[in-house]
């Protein structure tokens, strides 16, 4: 089971006790932009494999079939949250940053969506001697949307751990959150938990898990709805693997092996 990383809390404690921290060596240099493995939860190795079968059906009795399909549905609510923020995060790195008027780092650069464009201005601030806040600002023409802020959030420890939040391109009076990210990468470590705070993809409540501890990842999905929980583990290597799902082998941990046979569980 993946512990839920307690950022926040981490967070508001450095704000409290950091208050006296001197920023001016912030405008020495630019901070280094946050990692997109912050908001990459990639199962490919998955749901991708040169050695998956070619017909995914419904046939519970296929422990890896039976994965493959679960995994596709939580592709979906992945990309309804965090391909956004990637793609806008991806295009910073090619950017290079200028110290604007409020003595804050800013990137500024256009993406573009298929025939869409995107101006984007990344705002970093320094709020203790650890953290930095980062503010992705848009205007798109198309979208009524001028300086809307689609995403932001906080990093610390030189950008190891951090937490997003997602408001989306949707322009709102109240700034509606529609999801939250929390991260911490150590070494060949990455957690994330997106937790959903809208009805966007999924029920209001739900959250995901992504683990990925050397070769193995661990997908964890509960669906507030169904108030119903999903684990999925695979060795990226092997692609060996197990599910744990509420109707696959009446709940117990089902396992397959490197090609994708059903197979008893070790453990």
Same mark, same amino acid.
């Given at each position: 089971?993946?512990?839920?990383?307690?950022?926040?809390?981490?967070?508001?404690?450095?704000?409290? *006790? $950091?208050? &006296?921290?001197?920023?001016? #060596? +912030?405008?020495?240099?630019?901070?280094? %932009?946050?990692?997109?493995?912050?908001?990459?939860?990639?199962?490919?190795?998955?749901?991708?494999?040169?050695?998956?079968?070619?017909?995914?059906?419904?046939?519970?009795?296929?422990?890896?079939?039976?994965?493959?399909?679960?995994?596709?549905?939580?592709?979906?609510?992945?990309?309804?949250?965090?391909?956004?923020?990637?793609?806008?995060?991806?295009?910073?790195?090619?950017?290079?940053?200028?110290?604007?008027?409020?003595?804050?780092?800013?990137?500024?650069?256009?993406?573009?969506?298929?025939?869409?464009?995107?101006?984007?201005?990344?705002?970093?601030?320094? *709020? $203790?001697? &650890?953290?930095?806040?980062? #503010? +992705?600002?848009?205007?798109?023409?198309? %979208?009524?949307?001028?300086?809307?802020?689609?995403?932001?959030?906080?990093?610390?420890?030189?950008?190891?751990?951090?937490?997003?939040?997602?408001?989306?391109?949707?322009?709102?009076?109240?700034?509606?959150?529609?999801?939250?990210?929390?991260?911490?990468?150590?070494?060949?470590?990455?957690?994330?938990?997106?937790?959903?705070?809208?009805?966007?993809?999924?029920?209001?409540?739900?959250?995901?898990?992504?683990?990925?501890?050397?070769?193995?990842?661990?997908?964890?999905?509960?669906?507030?709805?169904?108030?119903?929980?999903?684990?999925?583990?695979?060795?990226?290597?092997?692609?060996?693997?197990?599910?744990?799902?509420?109707?696959?082998?009446?709940?117990?941990?089902?396992?397959?092996?490197?090609?994708?046979?059903?197979?008893?569980?070790?453990?």
């Amino acid at each position: 089971m993946i512990k839920r990383l307690l950022l926040l809390s981490t967070i508001s404690c450095l704000l409290l *006790i $950091s208050c &006296s921290d001197d920023p001016s #060596s +912030f405008t020495d240099e630019p901070p280094e %932009l946050p990692p997109a493995a912050s908001i990459d939860i990639d199962m490919s190795t998955l749901t991708e494999s040169p050695q998956s079968k070619s017909s995914i059906t419904t046939d519970d009795t296929d422990y890896f079939v039976q994965a493959v399909f679960r995994a596709g549905f939580m592709k979906k609510i992945i990309e309804a949250h965090l391909l956004i923020p990637k793609n806008l995060l991806e295009a910073a790195e090619d950017t290079v940053a200028q110290l604007n008027e409020e003595q804050q780092w800013e990137w500024s650069y256009q993406y573009s969506s298929n025939t869409n464009g995107f101006d984007v201005r990344l705002i970093a601030e320094r *709020i $203790s001697s &650890s953290a930095v806040n980062w #503010s +992705f600002l848009v205007t798109a023409d198309h %979208l009524n949307l001028e300086e809307h802020l689609v995403f932001g959030g906080t990093t610390q420890n030189m950008g190891a751990q951090g937490v997003w939040t997602y408001y989306g391109l949707k322009d709102s009076e109240d700034d509606q959150k529609l999801s939250e990210i929390d991260w911490d990468i150590q070494g060949d470590s990455t957690q994330i938990r997106l937790e959903v705070l809208s009805d966007l993809s999924v029920a209001s409540g739900s959250y995901i898990d992504y683990d990925f501890d050397g070769v193995f990842k661990t997908i964890e999905f509960y669906n507030a709805e169904a108030d119903e929980t999903t684990i999925i583990q695979w060795n990226v290597d092997t692609k060996a693997g197990y599910i744990i799902a509420p109707d696959v082998n009446n709940g117990e941990k089902a396992c397959w092996d490197e090609d994708q046979e059903n197979v008893p569980c070790s453990e």
